[in-house]
């Protein structure tokens, strides 16, 4: 979830690069009680009687408390450090559970679906645990748990947190109460940063290029961690502002969880290439006298991503296919659709192959299952959660029914046996939207409804239907009486047609916040609450983009990249408009990549950009020769192209008009641009 902002060439290279104490007497039972909330800071308001209805209707409904998982959260707690907080070296907070006190309260405010504050509550238990003699996790000190496994003689780490200084504490905390023996083995579970970013916090680089140290990753972990989110990046990191509540207060009326983690961390991104990509479907390795079998499941949680099995820990690790709450199938900040039904069958695969053998179950984040036969209904439950929400969806697909149709059908259907589960509950992703992935896997955007093939845009249906309704007085009164009718989805789809139609018409803002506002204060997924109160607190200060932390230069993900992402984004930056009928042929020489060099031609033509590795045109209108640190400097910023040009570092051999005319239509991607109201960027 960081960006990169790069003075010529590339703007923003990636998303994801971004994407409280331990409680030692256990988690209180919820108990809700119907009492509204005083109007919070920053606008926020009460909830109102529907919603007060309709979370008292959730908490009747909620799953009992299970003691059981309560134990399972609890056991094992060595030591945490202060509000789990970890400061970077110039002192500000990389990460802290200070502001969510307020979640101490067994009482489940108004202002919370009872459900989504149980949760909120289980994951502020944070520090080292004792998995089992020689098996220890990390868990709560950042978005993401680090497993640690003794060895004959060192350790071996699944997964290294988001940032460094957090993963050196993590490990720091562990070596308080154990022995310090060195890591020899990394494993990163799979392609998403909050998974690897922290390596360099706990090993030296020199140890891995010497072999001291091995970094073990799936099949397609380099291509996938690097360039996932490289052509989107922009657009990703914003939307995850709303997904993880980043720009929100910590309280009852704000930001609680993440649905089975707290917040994101705010530190130093790293990468050190892994040493070993595994490439078999079930492969065992034993390294340091340690048997760990990974079985791939590419294409689920991530496009690369493995579960690990430790036959003599009888601990068997899920990774991400199998946390405390559903998933989700597609990302609220965007990604590629996630297969319901591969997930499903690697569970499946999982279930038959390790869990015989397995007594305690852990995953990347949440809490551990313990005990064989709960181990077995945990993994089945999942299993089949993912191929009911797949199967049922396109059975309806296969009917006629359209997404919304589904997601309505399947959120009121849920199995009893899966809804009894509080796993199986939208804590995170949630079944409406997990419907709607599928239907968007199997039928793309298009519904089938040709009103639907070539609709207006939403700023001019918007303005037709505020003409519709009378002009926007009557539109507003019509949906006032809708709010206190408690017809909140209703309102805030209607506000968004009168936003997009009259931007600056405040009471339509207003209105539009207080819907998204109750929304939020009713969802049972951590991230669509997020996602409604932040857009109403944009609302709110008027379509006002409110300064996030999400995005942060990251120098050794500038490294990772290959020459050819960076080509292939620069077309992505191409402003097409501003070189129609230009034919422009760049050579590009870099010096220190490979034995010789290595050699591209960029083509300018068609408004397209295109390249060839590997090659140099015999008639180019210039040849620009770099090195490839040099080309890191400046998209790192630490450098500018012309001060590289007056370097030596960067010479331009032919015409410099050519390379600006390539280099100087770039376009330029604004990190906070609209969500929720008509986006005025330039075209």
């Not at 965007?334 to 397995?358: C, E, M, P, V």
């Not at 309704?469 to 017809?487: H, I, P, S």
């Not at 409110?546 to 942060?552: E, K, N």
Request: net charge negative.
């Amino acid at each position: 979830m960081k960006t990169f902002r790069v003075v010529l060439t590339v703007s923003v290279l990636a998303a994801s690069i971004a994407g409280a104490v331990h409680w030692s007497r256990g988690l209180a039972s919820v108990h809700w009680q119907p009492v509204e909330n005083s109007a919070g800071q920053g606008g926020q308001k009460a909830a109102t009687a529907a919603t007060i209805a309709v979370n008292a209707a959730t908490a009747h409904n909620l799953p009992p408390v299970d003691r059981e998982v309560e134990a399972d959260i609890q056991r094992g707690f060595i030591a945490s450090i202060p509000d789990a907080e970890t400061t970077a070296a110039d002192g500000h907070v990389v990460y802290t559970l200070k502001g969510y006190e307020f979640l101490t309260s067994p009482e489940a405010p108004a202002t919370v679906n009872p459900g989504l504050w149980q949760q909120a509550q289980k994951s502020m238990s944070n520090g080292l645990f004792k998995v089992t003699d020689g098996f220890y996790q990390v868990r709560g000190l950042d978005l993401t748990n680090m497993t640690i496994i003794e060895g004959n003689t060192g350790l071996i780490i699944v997964d290294c947190n988001l940032a460094t200084e957090v993963a050196h504490a993590a490990l720091e905390l562990y070596y308080q109460y154990r022995p310090r023996k060195p890591v020899v083995a990394v494993f990163y579970n799979h392609s998403h940063v909050d998974h690897f970013a922290g390596i360099r916090g706990i090993v030296d680089e020199a140890d891995v290029k010497s072999g001291k140290v091995q970094i073990i990753a799936p099949a397609g972990f380099m291509a996938t961690a690097v360039a996932e989110n490289v052509m989107a990046g922009n657009a990703m990191s914003r939307r995850a502002e709303y997904q993880f509540g980043t720009t929100l207060p910590r309280s009852a009326q704000g930001q609680i969880d993440l649905g089975g983690a707290k917040a994101l961390s705010n530190g130093t991104i790293t990468l050190i290439p892994p040493t070993i990509e595994l490439s078999q479907p079930v492969q065992s390795l034993t390294i340091d006298g340690v048997e760990i079998i990974n079985m791939l499941a590419p294409g689920t949680e991530a496009p690369a991503e493995f579960i690990h099995y430790f036959p003599q820990f009888k601990v068997l690790d899920t990774g991400e296919l199998a946390l405390p709450t559903q998933h989700q199938l597609l990302t609220l900040r965007g990604a590629t659709i996630r297969d319901g039904l591969a997930w499903s069958k690697y569970l499946n695969a999982a279930l038959h192959q390790f869990s015989s053998g397995a007594d305690i179950l852990i995953s990347q984040h949440g809490w551990p299952v313990f005990g064989h036969e709960r181990v077995v209904n945990y993994l089945s439950k999942q299993r089949d959660m993912y191929k009911w929400l797949h199967d049922q969806s396109l059975r309806l697909i296969n009917k006629g029914y359209k997404p919304v149709e589904i997601a309505e059908y399947m959120r009121d259907h849920v199995p009893a046996s899966l809804a009894s589960e509080t796993f199986t509950h939208g804590f995170y992703g949630s079944v409406q939207r997990n419907s709607k992935a599928v239907y968007q896997q199997y039928m793309g955007w298009y519904d089938s409804n040709p009103a639907n093939l070539d609709a207006l845009s939403d700023t001019d249906y918007g303005k037709k239907f505020v003409e519709y309704g009378g002009g926007a007085e009557a539109v507003l009164a019509r949906a006032r009486t809708d709010f206190a009718n408690g017809q909140y989805r209703w309102v805030a789809q209607a506000m968004s047609h009168l936003v997009y139609a009259e931007p600056e018409n405040k009471a339509a803002r207003e209105l539009a916040a207080d819907a998204l506002e109750q929304l939020g204060y009713q969802a049972e997924s951590a991230v669509e609450r997020n996602s409604y109160l932040a857009a109403a607190m944009e609302h709110r200060s008027g379509g006002k983009k409110i300064a996030s932390p999400l995005r942060t230069a990251s120098p050794d993900m500038l490294r990772a990249l290959t020459i050819d992402n960076i080509f292939d984004y620069l077309g992505v930056r191409l402003k097409a408009s501003a070189v129609e009928g230009k034919h422009v042929v760049l050579n590009w020489n870099f010096t220190d990549v490979g034995p010789s060099g290595k050699r591209y031609t960029l083509n300018l033509e068609n408004s397209a950009l295109t390249y060839i590795a590997d090659y140099n045109a015999d008639k180019a209108d210039a040849t620009i020769t770099l090195t490839r640190e040099t080309l890191n400097a400046i998209l790192a910023e630490k450098v500018s192209p012309i001060e590289a040009v007056f370097k030596g570092d960067l010479k331009i051999d032919g015409s410099k008009l050519a390379v600006y005319d390539v280099l100087g239509s770039l376009d330029k991607f604004s990190p906070d641009f609209e969500l929720v109201g008509p986006n005025d960027a330039a075209q």
